[in-house]
């Protein structure tokens, strides 16, 4: 009897610890951070009424098939209810699988609409480095010949290629709010990882591969960008920020680190 009691007392703590919002992420800062939290409560709330359910239930049969000093019997099970109880879970985790799919290929995969900012992430043991075209719209050519940190060219611009004279690096991530951004994503030595909580984002980064990822963050403020991916010794000190700025504080920021003598 105290194991049946047991049991819906931890239910009703996990239970009012999940719906009282005591554990639960920052707020979203994007159309698609919402779209993720949505469906996540959405799946939080049916995953929580089984779970209730069956820890109801669990109780139940603790309870009343407690050893009362009868004899033990048992059950044969009905396949009929089997059957459709697994019928019940196949079609709610697919219906919930093909909602995530679209919700995540709205980011990875959707290449309606051309971004109106353009920045290149570099990724390294132990830091991140961003690159923004100048006033020509261009980036400029890379070599990996050319690459001196010391000297502030971990990209590997070639200094002979005009449009790449103008290229902006910055070790934070700078975007105007509502606007549209196409990141390309590159590793310099090993697999990073690209991570913003309040855009509910996170993409691996693979040495040699050149990865896009798209989003639009539509509140100002400064928001944490850590590595999430083991890669190192200094992996914990590997971390910037992402700045959501106004269009035109953004525009004034390119404009000074564009001036700047290089």
């Known amino acids: 009897m105290g194991l049946a009691i047991l049991v819906w007392i931890l239910t009703v703590g996990v239970i009012s610890l999940c719906v009282g919002g005591v554990?639960?992420?920052?707020?979203?800062?994007?159309?698609?951070?919402?779209?993720?939290?949505?469906?996540?409560?959405?799946?939080?709330?049916?995953?929580?009424?089984i779970f209730l359910l069956a820890q109801g239930l669990l109780g139940y049969a603790i309870l009343r098939f407690r050893d009362q000093g009868h004899p033990a019997t048992h059950n044969e099970g009905n396949a009929r209810l089997e059957v459709v109880w697994t019928m019940v879970t196949a079609v709610v985790f697919i219906g919930f699988a093909l909602i995530g799919n679209k919700i995540w290929a709205s980011v990875?995969?959707?290449?309606?609409?051309?971004?109106?900012?353009?920045?290149?992430?570099?990724?390294?043991?132990?830091?991140?480095?961003?690159?923004?075209p100048g006033p020509?719209?261009?980036?400029?050519?890379?070599?990996?010949?050319?690459?001196?940190?010391?000297?502030?060219?971990?990209?590997?611009?070639?200094?002979?290629?005009?449009?790449?004279?103008?290229?902006?690096?910055?070790?934070?991530?700078?975007?105007?709010r509502g606007i549209l951004v196409e990141l390309t994503l590159?590793?310099?030595?090993?697999?990073?990882?690209?991570?913003?909580?309040e855009l509910r984002l996170k993409q691996d980064i693979v040495p040699g591969m050149a990865i896009p990822l798209r989003f639009r963050a539509d509140k100002e403020g400064t928001y944490e960008v850590p590595c999430s991916e083991l890669c190192?010794?200094?992996?914990?000190?590997?971390r910037t920020t992402l700045i959501?700025?106004?269009?035109?504080?953004?525009?004034?920021?390119l404009k000074d680190e564009d001036r700047k003598p290089r």
């Open 23 to 49: 554990w639960w992420f920052p707020a979203p800062i994007s159309q698609h951070a919402f779209n993720f939290d949505t469906h996540f409560s959405r799946m939080l709330w049916v995953a929580g009424a």
């Open 108 to 132: 990875h995969m959707d290449k309606s609409g051309d971004a109106t900012i353009k920045i290149e992430v570099l990724a390294k043991q132990f830091s991140w480095n961003f690159r923004y």
């Open 136 to 176: 020509d719209g261009k980036l400029g050519r890379t070599d990996v010949k050319f690459i001196r940190d010391s000297a502030g060219n971990p990209f590997g611009i070639d200094a002979q290629d005009p449009a790449g004279r103008d290229d902006v690096i910055s070790s934070a991530i700078r975007v105007p």
């Open 186 to 197: 590159r590793s310099r030595d090993v697999i990073h990882n690209f991570f913003v909580r």
């Open 232 to 238: 190192g010794l200094g992996h914990h000190q590997m």
């Open 244 to 253: 959501v700025m106004s269009a035109e504080d953004f525009q004034i920021w």
